[in-house]
């Protein structure tokens, strides 16, 4: 289970939107409370022009259950639906994916592994064992049409200044996510 959120992280909206909600849709669960102030971090401001982006502030109240509503409103001919998650949340993102067969076209995570290899300093190897260690549940979703992958890892360097998991604001992962959507 995930720590306690800290205060100043959980005041704000639980959830931050931009884009078209009508057309294809992010959902972001961000475990950092990012966006506090109602607008989205600017790194993902351009993929919101392309998608609506639903920003699920987790140390804010009711984040998840927002993204859970989304999911569960998803019809079979609607736009499609990514999930974006990091480390302290990918396996409630898989969960969550996992009650809504199909509505999800894509689970894209980042370093969902993270407190593994602190330890490790492996990040790219602990993210494989922790696909590894989900491989029922991800073949799973995959059957109902839902790919799962890792878009992005840290890399412990002397320039990666942020303890894992990588901020999911930070330009690298909105670059793997919009790689994996096919974004522009």
Do not use: Y
């Amino acid at each position: 289970m995930p720590a306690e959120p800290a205060p100043v992280r959980s005041e704000g909206p639980a959830v931050v939107t931009a884009g078209d909600p009508s057309g294809p849709k992010v959902i972001v669960l961000d475990p950092a409370g990012a966006a506090k102030h109602d607008e989205l971090p600017a790194t993902w401001r351009p993929l919101a022009e392309e998608r609506a982006v639903f920003w699920c502030r987790m140390p804010a109240g009711g984040a998840l259950t927002e993204a859970d509503d989304l999911l569960g409103d998803a019809g079979p001919h609607d736009p499609e639906i990514a999930v974006v998650a990091s480390g302290p949340f990918a396996a409630e993102a898989l969960q969550l994916v996992e009650r809504h067969p199909g509505a999800a076209t894509h689970l894209l995570l980042v370093d969902p592994a993270s407190d593994a290899f602190l330890a490790s300093d492996d990040a790219l190897q602990a993210n494989d064992a922790w696909l590894a260690e989900h491989d029922d549940v991800v073949a799973k979703l995959l059957e109902t049409g839902t790919e799962v992958r890792v878009v992005a890892s840290s890399a412990v360097s002397p320039e990666d200044r942020v303890p894992p998991p990588l901020p999911l604001g930070h330009p690298d992962v909105v670059s793997a996510v919009r790689r994996a959507l096919g974004a522009h």
